[in-house]
């Protein structure tokens, strides 16, 4: 991948690009490597032709990512475990679209590109249907119907109760405490009785294939966690928001950098979501170090 700083795109243009390409594929790697091919494009196009150069930039961008999707997802028909996004670590909470949670981007992940393209681009970026259409190259009215039945399911994703930063990040603590110290007890009183835990590994590294469904599998699965950890400690490096949820990062045996969200609901931790895969995890070691 070609650096960052070799294309001088405005920072916020690029920040909004990147946004819109991550959220389309769920890497940020991937985002990158887009809004840098979108920009080299945009070199060699004939400037006489393009009005809105950011706009140009917006379909490119879009259409590169539609492109892309076609083979990520053959690619996820054969991924080992649960499909997680690449997690987006923000300890100050500052990203703009705290609406697209990792639960949101999950839910993403299970509709049409088209489907998702519509949504994003209307629904969170504020573009009209008709600027969609001209982008992805469907008609206004058939853009509506996509985005209405993305939003359909994206609501059944979104969380029903939002915990504040403060409070997240309070059970985020409390959760690392208890289920690295094995105190069952505790860890119980903050699960919900219906939670489910997920590990992305990859295939990559140690991972559970299935999530852990019910209070008792996932009580049972941290109770074997905690006994690894007392011989094994995790590397507390650091809390903070990942993909809109309070979670933290860790360094755990074999030196395996790894983050953990939690969704909050209700006062108790509904899912419990796990990246180790360390292909996911290259752009958080710069941050997660300091």
């Known amino acids: 991948m070609t650096e960052t700083h070799a294309y001088p795109v405005p920072s916020d243009l690029r920040r ?10 769920g890497s940020v790697a991937d985002a990158e490597d887009v809004v840098q091919d979108a920009w080299l494009r945009w070199l060699a196009a004939d400037r006489e032709m393009v009005r809105e150069p950011a706009a140009f930039l917006r379909t490119i961008v879009t259409r590169l990512c539609l492109n892309e999707l076609k ?18 670590f923000d300890p100050d909470v500052q990203d703009a679209i705290e609406d697209i949670t990792l639960p949101v981007m999950i839910a993403l ?5 088209l489907e998702r393209a519509a949504f994003l681009l209307h629904d969170v970026f504020g573009m009209s249907f008709d600027e969609v259409s001209d982008v992805i190259g469907r008609k206004a ?3 509506r119907k996509l985005a ?3 939003r ?35 860890l119980r009183a903050l699960l919900a009785e219906d939670i489910v835990a997920y590990a992305d ?12 469904v019910g209070i008792d599998d996932v009580v049972k699965l941290f109770g074997a966690l905690a006994r690894y950890f007392a011989r094994s400690p995790s590397r507390l490096l650091r809390y903070g928001m990942i993909d809109g949820l309070p979670g933290f990062i860790t360094i755990e045996a074999g030196n395996i950098l790894q983050t953990t969200a939690l969704q909050i609901g209700k006062e108790k931790i509904v899912a419990i ?18």
Do not use: D
């Not at 909004?16 to 594929?25: G, P, V």
């Open 16 to 25: 909004r690009l990147i946004q819109i390409a991550y959220r389309m594929l």
């Open 71 to 88: 083979s990520a997802r053959r690619q996820r028909e054969t991924y080992i475990g649960p499909w997680l996004p690449e997690p987006i």
């Open 109 to 113: 992940e299970r509709l049409s590109p």
């Open 141 to 143: 009215a058939t853009c």
């Open 148 to 150: 209405s039945r993305a």
């Open 152 to 186: 359909a399911h994206i609501q059944e994703a979104r969380p029903r109760y939002t915990a504040t930063r403060e409070h997240g990040l309070k059970l985020a603590t409390a959760f690392f405490t208890a289920s690295r110290s094995g105190e069952i007890c505790v």
């Open 201 to 212: 590994g990859g295939g990559k590294v140690p991972a559970s294939i299935a999530p852990a």
């Open 273 to 290: 979501y796990v990246t180790r895969n360390p292909q996911k995890l290259k752009h958080l070691s710069e941050v997660s170090l300091h």
